[in-house]
């Protein structure tokens, strides 16, 4: 090979070298990351139990989990709480849950709602916070219960998880039933 032939592959080699580096390198930290959820299960379906004997039935359509391990329950939950084997003895819903990674602390919202079925009477608020490690109820929020003989409205409740021993922050208002 001549000199000719020399030059001409070197500059051959040299342009698709050149060729091959102009993609710019990107930054990952800019990169937009995606941050949904990593696992999606439907019809949730999931027990509680305390020395073999069942004290909560939770279920949900849809539950995702999020990389950071949240918890999230995008069209809802309903929970069943027992005192006695097989008898439900209150219940619980929401249309939104979340659960936080790492703790037995759950967030509801949307129509909330916790019957005390012994006692015939309902909560209502639009947020609630569930400790299920203490056994709690309690949220901030304007809140309705209705008994068989009264409504009362108020500001932030706090409760046991069974709705059955509560504390209204500020009573607004008592209304009683009239038959």
């Not at 129509?111 to 109820?137: A, C, M, P, S």
Request: net charge positive; aromatic share 12%.
């Amino acid at each position: 090979m001549n000199i000719k032939g020399w030059l001409y592959l070197f500059l051959l080699t040299i342009t698709i070298a050149g060729a091959g580096c102009q993609k710019e390198l990107k930054d990952p930290d800019k990169e937009v990351k995606y941050t949904g959820p990593v696992m999606e299960n439907k019809d949730v379906f999931t027990l509680y139990s305390d020395s073999a004997k069942l004290m909560i039935r939770m279920k949900a359509p849809v539950q995702q989990e999020f990389e950071q391990g949240d918890g999230v329950f995008p069209k809802g939950f309903n929970v069943e709480f027992f005192q006695q084997p097989g008898k439900v003895t209150s219940t619980m819903r929401a249309d939104y849950g979340k659960q936080t990674k790492g703790s037995e602390l759950y967030y509801a919202r949307g129509d909330v709602q916790v019957h005390n079925i012994l006692k015939g009477e309902k909560l209502e608020t639009e947020e609630l916070y569930w400790d299920r490690r203490r056994r709690k109820i309690y949220t901030d929020k304007f809140v309705k219960i209705t008994t068989p003989n009264r409504v009362v409205t108020g500001q932030g409740l706090q409760s046991d998880q069974n709705f059955d021993n509560y504390t209204i922050k500020k009573i607004t208002g008592v209304f009683e039933i009239e038959e």
